[in-house]
């Protein structure tokens, strides 16, 4: 346990001995671990749509001071620049733009906290999913289309049209079928991987904030020095 300017949180190194994140041999970080099968991830998509549809709550904060660490900080600052403080996102840059910067469409990742529950089998590995924050809120498209604010805490976030749709290292922590499951046609309707976002106004988030969505007409009343890119 520690502590720092943005509140309590505790640091939970994925390939520490003894650890339930902890890497059992090279390239293969989950071969302890049962990931789901297909019947039972599908058992858990009804209580995945029960999600609530607007004034959803942040279960979890997930900071990455570098590769293969999670800090769990129960209070945190999103900023228009950096995103998550104290998160990797912009030293560690994207290979999806033309200069290898940090994508800012890409800035914030958010998942339903259900459905990382879900494939992770329990809340111990959820932090495993690598996103940064965690709702109990319906992420789907028909819900939150892109270009929607969604407000979380003092903070506002803009939901970006850039898919998120996971990577090799989701298929080692959770299995090819958790992949198959939330990548689906259902799946990315529902963004059951989760979505992108960026920053428009700046605050702090602790865990237990309300999140309120708002329409995507609402990004207009958004100060243009607010939207400005990275």
């Not at 495993?128 to 903070?155: E, F, I, M, R």
Request: proline share 6%.
């Amino acid at each position: 346990m520690r502590s720092s300017r943005q509140g309590g949180c505790r640091r939970v190194p994925d390939r520490a001995a003894g650890n339930r994140f902890a890497k059992t041999s090279p390239g293969g970080e989950n071969r302890a671990v049962e990931h789901l099968s297909h019947e039972r991830l599908l058992a858990g998509l009804d209580r995945i749509r029960q999600s609530p549809r607007d004034g959803g709550r942040l279960v979890l904060v997930v900071r990455r001071p570098s590769v293969g660490e999670r800090d769990l900080p129960t209070e945190a600052m999103l900023d228009q620049v950096a995103g998550l403080e104290g998160d990797n996102w912009l030293a560690r840059g994207s290979s999806g733009t033309p200069d290898g910067s940090a994508d800012p469409q890409r800035q914030v990742t958010v998942m339903n906290a259900r459905v990382a529950e879900l494939v992770a089998d329990g809340t111990a590995r959820m932090p495993l999913a690598g996103d940064q924050l965690y709702l109990d809120l319906d992420l789907s498209l028909d819900n939150l289309p892109a270009g929607s604010l969604l407000a979380v805490g003092q903070a506002v976030l803009q939901v970006s049209d850039v898919p998120h749709l996971g990577c090799a290292k989701f298929v080692e922590r959770f299995g090819a079928e958790a992949m198959r499951f939330v990548n689906s046609r259902v799946g990315r309707q529902l963004r059951l991987r989760g979505m992108n976002a960026r920053v428009v106004v700046p605050g702090t988030v602790r865990v237990g904030d309300r999140a309120v969505k708002g329409p995507a007409s609402a990004a207009a009343a958004v100060p243009s020095a607010l939207t400005r890119k990275v």
